[in-house]
């Protein structure tokens, strides 16, 4: 979901760019050189200089091209609620959504009260607002929304409904699939539950 | 220059490096501002209102409206008091190495000095010395890459590196009194040791981070009070 945020960032700045594909499992050389420090993904390189961990390459594509699609608002404080919240999805979800599809029995309905905290703390900071943004889509939303295709996963593995638990949410959730840019840079919610089964086989889950 | 001293409250205890980070970050732009001491072991109705989300302190309270996360406030302070010094560099791609530079800090290095701590027998201190080694070495690198030379990871004067990672050398100091052990290698990292003085001993530095002695101190009492804690 991390390199899904870079591209909805580049597509909203109308940038082009090269999409590289990493195998995960066999990590190229240009990976290994770009991010010796964490060999992770996604790395934007641009003029041969990499830019490492997603919420930064965001500020940075913000920042670089400045003219349009402004994701962080221009008021500090607000500036500094906005990182606080993509700060906390990033401290948050990723483990939790992870717990929920990683485990069973007891251990998953404990994955399932918690990854529900989290997302109800987030449905309550949402509000009654269209986006996390405001009234435009900006860089909490920008943070969150790749999360929304790894959903249908978390779902099917723990046997529960996030809309059932977080309307709003979801009503947000589609408002952004709304726009071009997220709907063609998100994974397909399908693949992304037989890319968890095969986990969930080759880590013994199932 | 900030306004009354009754605008900006800083929610903190003494020894958190955390807060130290905002301690530095203010005294860089010579701004006023009332500490507020969080008593350790039990917090605040205005800490928790503050911070309802993570309850932890730093909380930068600026008139009425919480600032949290150390290095989110470092940013915030960045942006609103314009006239100092500035914290985070103006080139688009520095500011995203130095970025960078601090996640890797919380993230990485210093969940490895906090396991030296806590290590129990020595080849669980061994490992974390270990790994405590290879995070100063990518560190002295990348003070030679963001300083460009210079003293600091800002270049000439501090800035937002040198606050994330120097913000902890109090605890660093105490980590190697506490487990009889040297993480400061001038042989190794010469740039660094240069670099933790030069740091330690700045204008905006030198009256925040406590002294070594006292972190021991406390890190003994806390032990201890965690022992018997367990033990009942």
């Known amino acids: 979901m991390f390199g ?83 700060d906390y999805i990033d401290k948050k979800m990723y483990d939790a959504g992870r717990r929920v599809w990683s485990s069973k029995g007891d251990e998953l309905e404990a994955a399932k009260k918690d990854f529900l905290e989290v997302l109800k703390v987030l449905e309550a900071e949402l509000g009654d607002k269209p986006y996390f943004g405001g009234e435009t889509f900006g860089f909490v939303d920008l943070a969150f929304i790749p999360f929304y295709c790894w959903f249908y996963a978390y779902e099917s593995c723990g046997n529960f409904s996030v809309e059932a638990e977080c309307p709003k949410l ?14 063609k840079s998100l994974a397909d919610k399908q693949k992304v539950y037989e890319f968890v089964l095969q986990l969930r086989k080759v880590f013994g889950i199932d | 220059m900030a306004g009354a001293t009754s605008d900006l409250k800083l929610l903190g205890v003494g020894p958190s490096p955390y807060v130290n980070r905002v301690q530095i970050a203010l005294n860089l ?25 993570h309850k932890k302190i730093p909380a930068l309270i600026h008139g009425d409206k919480p600032v949290c996360e150390s290095l989110i406030i470092v940013q915030y302070i960045d942006e609103v008091w314009t006239s100092g010094p500035s914290i985070l560099p103006s080139d688009t791609y520095d500011r995203a190495l130095h970025r960078f530079w601090a996640a890797y800090i919380d993230d990485k290095f210093f969940p490895n000095v906090k396991e030296l701590r806590t290590a129990d027998g020595e080849e669980a201190k061994e490992a974390a010395v270990e790994r405590i080694a290879e995070g100063m070495a990518l560190l002295e690198d990348a003070l030679a890459k963001c300083g460009k030379g210079k003293p600091f990871f800002g270049g000439d004067n501090i800035g937002y590196v040198d ?17 009889g052990v040297t993480l400061f290698n001038k042989a190794k990292t010469p740039r660094l040791v240069a670099w933790a003085d030069a740091f330690s001993s700045h204008e905006a530095v030198k009256d925040v981070i406590p002294e070594t002695e006292k972190l021991v101190e406390l890190a003994k009492m806390l032990k201890a009070r965690a022992q018997s804690q367990s033990a009942n």
């Open chain 2, 163 to 179: 606050i994330a990672f120097g913000s902890h050398l109090g605890w660093l100091k105490a980590a190697e009194k506490l487990a």
């Open chain 2, 29 to 53: 732009k010579s701004v006023n501002y009332e500490f507020l001491e969080e008593k350790l072991g039990s917090k605040s109705e205005l800490l928790l209102k503050s911070n309802p989300v």
């Open chain 1, 170 to 183: 979801i009503a947000w959730a589609n408002r952004c699939m709304e726009k071009e840019n997220v709907a």
């Open chain 1, 4 to 86: 899904m945020r870079l591209r909805i960032a580049l597509a909203e700045k109308g940038i082009e760019y090269e999409y590289r594909e990493e195998d995960l499992r066999n990590k190229s050389e240009l990976l290994l050189k770009m991010n010796p420090v964490h060999k992770k993904i996604p790395v934007l390189i641009h003029n041969d200089k990499p830019v490492c961990e997603s919420i930064i390459a965001v500020q940075y594509i913000d920042e670089v091209w400045n003219k349009k699609a402004p994701f962080l608002p221009s008021d500090p404080y607000q500036r500094a609620q906005a990182r606080f919240w993509a």
